[in-house]
Protein backbone atom coordinates (compact mmCIF):
# COMPACT_ATOMS: atom_id res chain seq x y z
CA UNK A 1 0.00 0.00 0.00
CA UNK A 2 1.30 3.31 -1.30
CA UNK A 3 1.95 6.09 1.86
CA UNK A 4 0.79 9.53 2.11
CA UNK A 5 3.30 11.70 -0.83
CA UNK A 6 3.88 15.33 -0.65
CA UNK A 7 4.78 17.31 -3.39
CA UNK A 8 7.46 19.16 -3.89
CA UNK A 9 9.65 18.13 -1.16
CA UNK A 10 11.24 21.14 -0.78
CA UNK A 11 10.52 24.80 -1.91
CA UNK A 12 12.23 28.56 -2.33
CA UNK A 13 10.20 31.35 -2.33
CA UNK A 14 10.75 34.90 -1.72
CA UNK A 15 8.45 37.11 1.01
CA UNK A 16 5.29 37.99 -0.71
CA UNK A 17 5.04 35.27 -3.15
CA UNK A 18 2.10 32.47 -2.44
CA UNK A 19 2.92 28.76 -2.58
CA UNK A 20 0.67 25.70 -3.19
CA UNK A 21 1.46 22.66 -1.79
CA UNK A 22 0.09 19.34 -2.49
CA UNK A 23 -0.41 15.66 -0.57
CA UNK A 24 -2.06 12.32 -1.76
CA UNK A 25 -3.46 10.60 1.10
CA UNK A 26 -3.27 6.64 1.06
CA UNK A 27 -6.13 5.19 -0.82
CA UNK A 28 -9.39 4.74 1.40
CA UNK A 29 -8.25 7.77 3.88
CA UNK A 30 -10.90 10.37 3.74
CA UNK A 31 -9.25 12.42 6.17
CA UNK A 32 -6.57 14.99 5.41
CA UNK A 33 -4.64 17.34 7.92
CA UNK A 34 -2.40 19.96 7.70
CA UNK A 35 0.70 20.72 10.00
CA UNK A 36 3.43 22.97 10.15
CA UNK A 37 6.80 21.87 12.01
CA UNK A 38 8.96 24.89 13.22
CA UNK A 39 11.87 24.39 15.65
CA UNK A 40 10.74 27.29 17.18
CA UNK A 41 7.22 26.51 17.72
CA UNK A 42 7.42 22.70 17.42
CA UNK A 43 4.17 20.96 15.67
CA UNK A 44 1.30 23.13 14.91
CA UNK A 45 -2.18 21.84 13.69
CA UNK A 46 -3.48 23.92 10.52
CA UNK A 47 -6.42 22.20 9.59
CA UNK A 48 -8.50 19.15 8.23
CA UNK A 49 -10.13 18.25 5.84
CA UNK A 50 -13.12 15.27 5.08
CA UNK A 51 -14.53 14.73 2.31
CA UNK A 52 -13.98 18.00 0.86
CA UNK A 53 -15.08 20.07 3.58
CA UNK A 54 -12.97 21.81 5.91
CA UNK A 55 -13.88 19.69 9.39
CA UNK A 56 -11.41 21.91 11.74
CA UNK A 57 -8.77 24.49 12.37
CA UNK A 58 -6.26 25.59 14.01
CA UNK A 59 -5.09 29.14 14.83
CA UNK A 60 -3.47 30.04 11.43
CA UNK A 61 -4.21 33.38 9.78
CA UNK A 62 -6.14 33.17 6.74
CA UNK A 63 -3.03 33.52 4.51
CA UNK A 64 -3.31 29.53 4.86
CA UNK A 65 -5.94 28.15 3.30
CA UNK A 66 -6.51 24.74 2.10
CA UNK A 67 -9.08 22.28 -0.22
CA UNK A 68 -9.59 18.66 -1.16
CA UNK A 69 -10.97 17.43 -4.09
CA UNK A 70 -13.22 14.37 -4.32
CA UNK A 71 -10.08 11.79 -4.50
CA UNK A 72 -8.83 12.95 -1.01
CA UNK A 73 -6.18 14.67 -2.51
CA UNK A 74 -5.54 17.93 -0.62
CA UNK A 75 -3.83 21.37 -1.67
CA UNK A 76 -2.61 24.09 1.28
CA UNK A 77 -1.60 27.54 0.09
CA UNK A 78 -0.11 29.81 1.62
CA UNK A 79 -0.30 33.67 0.37
CA UNK A 80 2.02 36.76 1.04
CA UNK A 81 4.71 34.41 2.33
CA UNK A 82 6.88 35.94 5.56
CA UNK A 83 10.26 34.73 6.54
CA UNK A 84 8.16 33.26 9.83
CA UNK A 85 6.54 30.94 7.27
CA UNK A 86 9.70 28.87 6.81
CA UNK A 87 9.06 25.29 8.35
CA UNK A 88 8.39 22.27 7.39
CA UNK A 89 4.41 21.69 6.15
CA UNK A 90 3.08 17.82 6.82
CA UNK A 91 0.05 15.94 5.46
CA UNK A 92 -1.00 13.29 7.50
CA UNK A 93 -4.10 11.06 6.38
CA UNK A 94 -6.33 8.71 8.27
CA UNK A 95 -9.68 6.42 7.57
CA UNK A 96 -11.79 9.41 9.57
CA UNK A 97 -9.70 11.89 10.75
CA UNK A 98 -8.25 11.75 14.74
CA UNK A 99 -7.17 8.29 15.09
CA UNK A 100 -4.19 6.72 13.28
CA UNK A 101 -2.48 9.25 11.64
CA UNK A 102 -0.14 8.42 8.55
CA UNK A 103 2.55 11.17 8.06
CA UNK A 104 3.65 12.02 4.37
CA UNK A 105 7.75 13.33 4.50
CA UNK A 106 6.78 16.78 4.11
CA UNK A 107 7.50 20.12 2.38
CA UNK A 108 10.09 22.19 3.30
CA UNK A 109 9.65 25.11 2.97
CA UNK A 110 12.11 28.27 2.41
CA UNK A 111 10.71 31.68 2.49
CA UNK A 112 13.70 34.46 1.86
CA UNK B 1 -2.06 25.77 24.91
CA UNK B 2 0.77 23.04 24.61
CA UNK B 3 1.25 20.13 26.72
CA UNK B 4 4.17 20.19 28.55
CA UNK B 5 6.63 17.10 28.38
CA UNK B 6 8.90 15.80 30.61
CA UNK B 7 11.92 15.09 30.19
CA UNK B 8 13.31 17.14 27.30
CA UNK B 9 15.97 14.50 26.84
CA UNK B 10 16.82 10.97 28.07
CA UNK B 11 20.15 8.98 27.38
CA UNK B 12 20.11 5.78 27.98
CA UNK B 13 21.97 2.43 26.56
CA UNK B 14 20.34 0.05 25.22
CA UNK B 15 18.55 -2.52 27.26
CA UNK B 16 17.22 0.30 30.50
CA UNK B 17 13.89 1.57 30.38
CA UNK B 18 12.49 5.44 30.07
CA UNK B 19 9.67 6.86 31.23
CA UNK B 20 8.18 10.09 29.22
CA UNK B 21 5.55 12.34 30.75
CA UNK B 22 2.91 14.76 29.29
CA UNK B 23 0.98 16.47 30.75
CA UNK B 24 -2.01 19.55 29.86
CA UNK B 25 -3.76 22.25 31.93
CA UNK B 26 -6.91 21.87 29.90
CA UNK B 27 -9.63 18.51 30.04
CA UNK B 28 -8.42 16.05 27.47
CA UNK B 29 -10.55 13.95 25.26
CA UNK B 30 -7.39 11.91 23.79
CA UNK B 31 -3.71 11.86 23.65
CA UNK B 32 -1.50 10.85 20.83
CA UNK B 33 2.22 9.16 20.69
CA UNK B 34 4.35 9.87 18.25
CA UNK B 35 8.26 9.10 17.17
CA UNK B 36 10.38 11.49 14.93
CA UNK B 37 13.63 10.66 13.55
CA UNK B 38 15.90 13.36 12.28
CA UNK B 39 14.98 13.86 8.92
CA UNK B 40 12.07 11.77 8.67
CA UNK B 41 8.23 12.63 9.66
CA UNK B 42 6.71 11.27 12.42
CA UNK B 43 5.09 8.08 13.08
CA UNK B 44 2.41 7.07 14.80
CA UNK B 45 2.46 5.30 17.80
CA UNK B 46 -0.68 4.87 19.70
CA UNK B 47 -3.91 6.85 20.79
CA UNK B 48 -5.47 6.71 23.94
CA UNK B 49 -8.68 7.65 24.40
CA UNK B 50 -10.28 8.92 27.86
CA UNK B 51 -11.26 5.87 30.23
CA UNK B 52 -7.52 5.47 31.22
CA UNK B 53 -7.00 2.14 29.17
CA UNK B 54 -3.39 1.34 28.71
CA UNK B 55 -1.91 0.54 25.03
CA UNK B 56 0.75 -1.51 23.74
CA UNK B 57 3.19 -0.94 20.10
CA UNK B 58 5.74 -3.34 20.78
CA UNK B 59 7.64 -3.24 24.20
CA UNK B 60 6.04 0.61 24.53
CA UNK B 61 3.01 1.03 26.24
CA UNK B 62 1.66 4.34 27.37
CA UNK B 63 -1.32 5.14 30.03
CA UNK B 64 -3.82 7.72 30.14
CA UNK B 65 -4.99 9.42 33.45
CA UNK B 66 -7.90 11.48 32.64
CA UNK B 67 -8.64 13.26 35.80
CA UNK B 68 -4.59 14.26 36.55
CA UNK B 69 -4.60 15.17 32.49
CA UNK B 70 -1.26 13.84 31.84
CA UNK B 71 -0.35 10.62 30.58
CA UNK B 72 2.92 8.41 30.26
CA UNK B 73 4.73 6.78 27.28
CA UNK B 74 6.93 3.74 28.62
CA UNK B 75 9.92 2.49 26.53
CA UNK B 76 10.69 -1.11 28.05
CA UNK B 77 13.96 -2.80 27.11
CA UNK B 78 15.24 0.51 24.97
CA UNK B 79 16.72 -0.19 21.36
CA UNK B 80 18.87 1.42 19.49
CA UNK B 81 15.55 2.37 16.82
CA UNK B 82 14.11 3.86 20.13
CA UNK B 83 16.00 6.29 19.02
CA UNK B 84 14.07 10.05 18.16
CA UNK B 85 12.06 12.61 19.29
CA UNK B 86 8.57 11.55 20.68
CA UNK B 87 5.95 14.12 20.44
CA UNK B 88 2.57 13.97 22.90
CA UNK B 89 -0.52 15.20 20.91
CA UNK B 90 -3.50 15.74 22.84
CA UNK B 91 -7.16 16.64 21.81
CA UNK B 92 -9.32 18.33 24.43
CA UNK B 93 -12.84 17.62 24.47
CA UNK B 94 -14.94 19.74 21.79
CA UNK B 95 -17.82 18.38 20.45
CA UNK B 96 -16.43 15.54 17.91
CA UNK B 97 -13.66 18.34 16.60
CA UNK B 98 -10.27 17.32 16.19
CA UNK B 99 -8.05 19.99 17.15
CA UNK B 100 -4.86 18.79 18.58
CA UNK B 101 -2.01 20.52 20.39
CA UNK B 102 1.38 19.07 20.68
CA UNK B 103 4.29 18.75 23.49
CA UNK B 104 7.67 20.21 22.53
CA UNK B 105 9.16 16.56 22.11
CA UNK B 106 11.22 14.86 24.25
CA UNK B 107 14.38 13.38 22.54
CA UNK B 108 15.61 9.94 23.63
CA UNK B 109 18.85 8.78 22.64
CA UNK B 110 20.18 5.07 22.98
CA UNK B 111 23.22 3.78 22.94
CA UNK B 112 24.48 0.87 22.44
Known amino acids: KAGVTQTPRYLIKTRGQQVTLSCSPI?????VSWYQQTPGQGLQFLFE???????NKGNFPGRFSGRQFSNSRSEMNVSTLELGDSALYLC???????????FGPGTRLTVL | QQPVQSPQAVILREGEDAVINCSSS?????VHWYRQKHGEAPVFLMI?????EQKGHEKISASFNEKKQQSSLYLTASQLSYSGTYFC?????????????FGRGTSLIVHP
Open chain 2, 26 to 30: KALYS
Open chain 1, 49 to 55: YFSETQR
Open chain 2, 89 to 101: GTEPPSGGSYIPT
Open chain 1, 27 to 31: SGHRS
Open chain 2, 48 to 52: LLKGG
Open chain 1, 92 to 102: ASSRDGGNEQF
